[in-house]
């Protein structure tokens, strides 16, 4: 797959083959519909991504946002990077406990779930764990990871 340079969502979203647009779009919504208040959306880091905006923690480690979860489609699959179940250990464990009753198979890096289709997830795992860290909280845990450096 080439890489795409769109501007904006609706854009990225415009230019993926159908089957990978009619995936992402779902998510999209079920993220959208669950997130907690104050994140924002936008395309950025080729992807689309829901961030503090700066104005909230502008004290980033490299002066961009704090991503907070993004989707995007990758060469081989499609990806749904969730930084809560990178820095908060519940919600990994939360993930792959979600992924084990639902009888699915967790390909998960350190914050990066790959999957070929919807099929492949447990979205009701996904709308629960993306969910579930208010903005305030998760700039806290930012905040004393860096702390720690």
């Known amino acids: 797959m080439k ?7 609706a854009e990225y979203l415009e ?5 990978r647009r009619t995936a992402l779009v779902k998510l999209r919504k079920l993220i959208n519909k669950n ?7 936008a395309f950025a880091w080729g992807m689309i991504t829901w961030y503090v905006p700066l104005s909230v923690y502008p004290d980033t480690y490299n002066g961009q946002p704090l991503c907070y979860a993004a989707i995007g ?12 179940g990178y820095a908060e ?8 406990a979600g992924f084990k ?4 198979k967790l390909d998960m890096g350190k914050a990066c779930i790959r999957f070929k289709s919807l099929d492949d997830l447990p979205l009701d795992v996904i709308a629960d764990v ?20």
Do not use: I, T, W
């Open 15 to 19: 230019r993926l083959p159908e089957d």
């Open 73 to 84: 489609s990758q060469k081989n699959h499609m990806a749904l990077y969730l930084m809560s």
């Open 130 to 149: 993306a969910g579930s860290v208010p903005m305030k909280q998760f700039v806290e845990v930012a905040k004393k990871a860096r702390a720690g450096k």
């Open 89 to 96: 250990g519940p919600m990994k464990k939360k993930l792959a």
């Open 3 to 9: 890489k795409n340079d769109a501007s904006s969502v």
């Open 101 to 104: 009753a639902a009888g699915k």
């Open 35 to 41: 997130l907690p208040k104050g994140y924002e959306e």
